[in-house]
């Protein structure tokens, strides 16, 4: 399975490699792929063998594109691997679909790998099945959903950092949809704890989670990845 940390804004790159030291450690004898999504300046050269992702780059070698870092920044640190479609860049952000979609293309063209976000707001969710699934697909617009390097993670924004999640049953049915429209790993994400990683693993479909606020402390992290060994060893 496929155990994801975004950490987001947080953790300074001092803390940054407290953390994945810890991890590292954890993960010696996993059979789990485990990535982390450090904080952007928190990038650097690490010595473990987790994978360490960006959660954001332009799609550009290097230029003028103030506050934004390019695939020459990843490249320094041997970067293969970014999150692309996150809700707070579509919502927060303001990054278009199509956008998004450019992005893809760079990344993908540079045979990275991609952790694809789709995921609904409440009021859609709210409304009816098709208008999620609707919703839903429009975020696959432009994405090559057979690339080979791809990951795709379903989080519902109004789980992110809500500590609301669906039901066991209602990811079933969504991860079963959205697995028609591409065989690539599809990741769940939005409020995955310690407490709720093992019964989220276990539904079908569900080939890993992508984890924010619960993540930030590595103990908890490792408990999750502990728990993905329990499943799977
Ligand atoms: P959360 O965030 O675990 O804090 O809900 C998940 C994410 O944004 O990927």
């Known amino acids: 399975m496929i155990i994801a940390a975004n950490l987001k804004t947080n953790l300074t790159r001092s ?7 810890t991890i590292t450690k954890c993960i010696q004898n996993t059979a789990q792929e485990v990535v982390v999504f450090p904080a952007i300046a928190s990038l650097d050269c690490f010595d473990t063998k987790l994978t360490i992702g960006a959660q954001n780059a332009y799609p550009v070698e290097k230029g003028a594109f103030t506050g934004e870092i390019g695939l020459e ?4 640190f041997n970067i293969k691997t970014i999150l692309i479609g996150h809700s707070e860049r579509r919502h927060i952000l303001g990054e278009s679909q199509e956008f998004i979609a450019k992005k893809f293309d760079y990344f993908k063209a540079q045979g990275f790998q991609i952790i694809y976000c789709v995921g609904e707001p409440l009021e859609i969710r709210d409304s009816s099945k098709e208008a999620v699934l609707a919703y839903l697909y429009k975020q696959y617009e ?8 791809l990951i795709i993670a379903y989080e519902p924004v109004w789980a992110i950092g809500t500590g609301k999640i669906p039901t066991l049953e209602d990811i079933q049915d969504i991860h079963a949809e959205l697995k028609k429209k591409s065989q690539a790993p599809l990741l769940y994400g939005g409020s995955v704890k310690v407490n709720n990683v093992k019964d989220i693993l276990q539904v079908k479909n569900v080939d890993g989670v992508l984890v924010g606020s619960a993540a930030l402390y590595a103990e908890h992290f490792c408990s999750m990845i502990q728990a993905a060994d329990a499943l799977t060893l």
């Not at 920044?73 to 320094?76: A, D, T, V």
Request: net charge negative; charged share 25%.
């Open 142 to 149: 432009g994405i090559d959903t057979a690339y080979e390097n």
């Open 73 to 76: 920044h990843l490249e320094e």
């Open 15 to 21: 803390a940054t490699h407290q953390y994945i030291d």
